[in-house]
Each structure stands twice: as C-alpha cells, then as structure tokens.
C-alpha cells in the first residue's frame, strides 16, 4: 500500500453561503474505532430501518481496518460529542468498493457526504485502487447525485439487493487513474 494518497476525483464546487442549513461547528472527521460502534449503530438503524447492517457486521470490517495488511477504511463525522456520519471502504487488489455511507439527517446539505466520500477515495488511491464500485438504492437519488458529482456512472443494476424490501441497486463506478473530470 502507497503511503502518498494522490489526487482523486472532486465534486462540483457547493452552492455559496446561505445554501446550505447551519449545522453548527463543521464535524472533524477520524478513524472509526471499536468504541464508536454504539453510536454508528444508532444512525444506521435510524438512516436504514430495512437494512440496517449487524454489529457483527461492522465488527468484521474493521478486523481489517488497522495494521501493515490493512484493506478498509472506516471513517467517522464527529460533531458536538456525536457520530453524525460514518463512511467505509473495502480494498481488494486494484479495486475498491464504497461499503456505506451515512450521514444524519441534520447534517444533509452540508457538504458532509461529500468529505466522507473524498476521504474515501483519497485512502482507495493510497491502497493503489485503479477503480472504485458502489452500490446505491435505485430510489435515493439523492446519494446517486452526490455519487454523479465525483465522476462515478451507472455499470448495472443487481435486483433485490437491499433486504428485506427487495429494493434494487444501482452500480456505479468511477475510474480513479486518468480520471479528468477533477481533483481534490
């Protein structure tokens, strides 16, 4: 694994000043450890009732998330003592995959997502990523926008994946190397 993260692909500039809701102090991202899983857990099940992941779940990830053979990254959004986002990315060879992305509700609007995402990617090009994956909800259009914004485009569809609901995804997958629509 490179230890120079490199350029990535950025999003289109934010509205101006005013656009977005005031949600206090801007949140300090960091790496999730296994004493956040308390808090990260409470926003998954109230972002993602349905399909909320198992604690078994996140605790698996993160058993590859630290050391020399490390292939995760797990980020948290901490504002005012709260977890208020979270964002994980799985490594595997040349390929990355966005494993979730969550941020609160208060915090939508705030350019939030768009800092969870950048540092995934900034830690997907550290791991010598050539592409990244993700899979999207087909009806949470809004997450596909922000997905659109950093150059990832639609590569499929994989039918009744999120569970129980049966709900689609969409596939999306950006180019990290020779990628010219930005850099952060």
Not at 12 to 39: C, H, K, V
Not at 89 to 104: E, H, N, P, S
Request: charged share 20%; hydrophobic share 40%.
């Amino acid at each position: 694994m490179s230890t120079a993260p490199g350029p990535v692909p950025g999003p289109a500039p934010l509205p101006g000043p005013g656009a977005a809701p005031d949600a206090g102090p801007e949140a300090e991202l960091r790496e999730m450890r296994w004493w956040d899983l308390g808090p990260v857990l409470e926003l998954e099940h109230a972002l993602f009732p349905e399909d909320a992941w198992s604690p078994g779940m996140f605790w698996s990830e993160l058993a590859h998330a630290r050391g020399p053979r490390a292939t995760r990254r797990y980020v948290v959004a901490e504002s005012g003592g709260r977890i208020v986002g979270y964002a994980g990315l799985a490594a595997a060879g040349d390929l990355g995959d966005v494993q979730t992305i969550a941020v609160a509700r208060e915090q939508w609007g705030t350019g939030l997502g768009s800092r969870l995402l950048s540092d995934l990617l900034r830690h997907a090009t550290a791991f010598e990523c050539d592409e990244v994956f993700l899979e999207v909800r087909v009806d949470n259009t809004r997450a596909q926008k922000l997905y659109e914004r950093f150059g990832f485009a639609p590569v499929g569809f994989r039918r009744g994946y999120y569970q129980p609901g049966g709900v689609d995804a969409l596939v999306m997958r950006l180019h990290l190397h020779g990628n010219t629509e930005g850099t952060l």
